[in-house]
């Protein structure tokens, strides 16, 4: 088990990560003595909430369950609405706590609820897939989708705690368990050469699940978005590195109306951004060869299903981080280090996008 706390400027907070570690949730939950709490989960992970809550009742705190639909297309406001009319029946006060028990989904949602909720309620993330430990439940960002937007209604609302049990991992869907890899080697491209070194090393323990190469991945994908968190919270700058691949991928999430997940979004705008690179002379071919051939050898297809790539390309400057209609890329020089901020003509964008559609 390894535990380490997270530096913002609106507070720090703990990460504990680990398996089956249901006395370090119980704590986590204890040590706020919330006046009330109330899990937000969704009926995939449901049975596993059912043992948060019992767990967090060892400690004297009784948990009701609100349910959501699993899924992207429930990152809605009408979903939202439904957390805070829960919070509301439950008398959940700003002494109370939220505790969000699922993917990035229910984070998502769960903390957005938290932040408006009495202007703001404590948050504890319970993330139960990998994509949600290495990315979403760390960092503060929540928020929902708008009728063409992913995440365009949202706060920055920063958890009190966050838990990870790798020992959830198990009874993963493999199709799911693979997506979030998307996201680990997001984090060695663009930040962390060491990390790449590791997810060749480890490849086969890591699909395997083993416990103890992933609690290591686990916990550098959390240290390097930390380091970033804590230099710029609200994304104003640095933490724009955060979004290599995500330029692209959200395009593709939206235009497919949500239908692709996330993950795969993810790793089809990576080999999209490095492409559009080399033909910007910004990186060599190896990087893109190297980042295509680990995508690949962690499950995740080069060819997404069939969108159109009108509705791609109406969808990018859609991006809630573009100005006056004008998208700044993030863009990989080298492994282990991506630059964000980089202007890219249109007709690199429609050229590499056509390539990558076909």
């Known amino acids: 088990m390894v535990r380490l706390i997270i530096e913002t400027p609106s507070g720090s907070y703990p990460v504990v990560i680990g398996s089956n570690i249901n006395r370090e949730l119980r704590g986590a939950v204890a040590r706020l003595d919330p006046t009330s709490a109330a899990i937000v989960t969704d009926s995939n992970v449901l049975p596993l909430a059912k043992k948060v809550a019992r767990t967090i009742k060892r400690a004297g705190v009784k948990t009701p369950i609100h349910v959501i639909r699993p899924g992207e297309r429930s990152k809605s406001l009408g979903a939202a609405g439904d957390v805070l009319n829960f919070l509301e029946r439950q008398k959940v006060d700003r002494a109370g706590c939220v505790i969000a028990v699922g993917g ?23 993330p139960t897939t990998l994509l949600a430990m290495v990315d979403s439940s760390i960092g503060g960002k929540t928020g929902v989708n708008g009728l063409r937007s992913k995440n365009a209604i949202g706060a920055f609302w920063q958890p009190t705690a966050v838990v990870a049990d790798l020992a959830w991992l198990e009874t ?48 550098q994908c959390v240290m390097a978005k930390a380091l970033v968190v804590a230099k710029d919270e609200r994304e104003r700058g640095p933490r724009a590195i955060l979004n290599y691949g995500h330029t692209a991928g959200h395009a593709l999430e939206a235009a497919s109306r949500f239908r692709i997940s996330h993950g795969r979004a993810v790793a089809f705008g990576m080999r999209v951004a490095a492409r559009i690179a080399l033909s910007m002379d910004l990186c060599g071919k190896r990087l893109v060869e190297s980042q295509d051939a680990m995508l690949t050898a962690y499950g995740l297809p080069d060819r997404p299903p069939r969108v159109g790539m009108a509705r791609v390309l109406a969808a ?43």
Do not use: C, N
């Not at 984070?107 to 202007?119: E, K, N, P, T, V």
């Not at 984090?187 to 890591?206: Q, W």
């Not at 991006?319 to 202007?343: N, S």
């Open 316 to 358: 990018i400057p859609r991006d809630k981080k573009a100005r006056r209609g004008k998208v700044a890329w993030v863009m990989p020089r080298r492994l282990g280090h991506a630059e964000p901020g980089h202007a890219v003509p249109a007709a690199i964008v429609r050229r590499v996008l056509r390539k990558a559609l076909a």
């Open 104 to 126: 990035g989904t229910v984070g998502d949602i769960a903390g957005f609820a938290g932040a408006i909720w009495q202007r703001g309620v404590r948050v504890v993330q319970v």
């Open 172 to 219: 993963l869907p493999p199709l799911s368990y693979r997506d979030a890899f998307a996201e680990v080697v997001k984090y060695a491209v663009a930040m962390d050469h060491g990390l790449f070194e590791l997810l060749l090393k480890a490849r086969e323990r890591l699909l395997e699940r083993d416990p103890v190469a992933l609690e290591r991945v686990v916990f």
